[in-house]
């Protein structure tokens, strides 16, 4: 089985930095575009920043200049460095990944998620 394991998250006061990690494991053959998405209360889950396997990427407005994903193939993780932070940060943050892995005695490619990690910016 394929698992992503997010870590990093937390209390962080206004204007403050955290950096999120989300790394993959299992029987793991290709890892394409890896994401971040949050989901704050009462709101849908929105994609906050995406990268693909070349390194491009691409952000949410909200985000732009503040946020900077990057990742390591390598270790098949993905990172989130998040400055700046704001009250509207707030939200629960989830890793995604298109992974290519075998699976149930087959490659199969899909998406995954992580288990969601809590950022909280507040004085």
């Known amino acids: 089985q394929v698992q992503l394991v997010e870590s990093g998250g937390g209390l962080v006061q206004p204007g403050g930095s955290l950096r999120l990690s989300c790394a993959a494991s299992?029987?793991?053959?290709?890892?394409?575009?890896m994401n971040w998405y949050r989901q704050a209360p009462g709101s849908q889950r929105e994609l906050v920043a995406a990268?693909?396997?070349?390194?491009?990427?691409d952000y949410v407005d909200s985000v732009k200049g503040r946020f900077t994903i990057s990742r390591d193939n390598a270790k098949n993780t993905v990172y989130l460095q998040m400055n700046s932070l704001k009250p509207e940060d707030t939200a629960i943050y989830y890793c995604?990944?298109?992974?290519?892995?075998?699976?149930?005695?087959?490659?199969?490619?899909?998406?995954?998620w992580g288990q969601g990690t809590q950022v909280t910016v507040s004085s």
């Open positions: 990268i693909t396997s070349g390194g491009s990427t």
């Open positions: 299992g029987s793991i053959l290709s890892i394409y575009a």
């Open positions: 995604n990944a298109h992974i290519l892995a075998y699976v149930s005695s087959t490659y199969t490619a899909r998406d995954y």
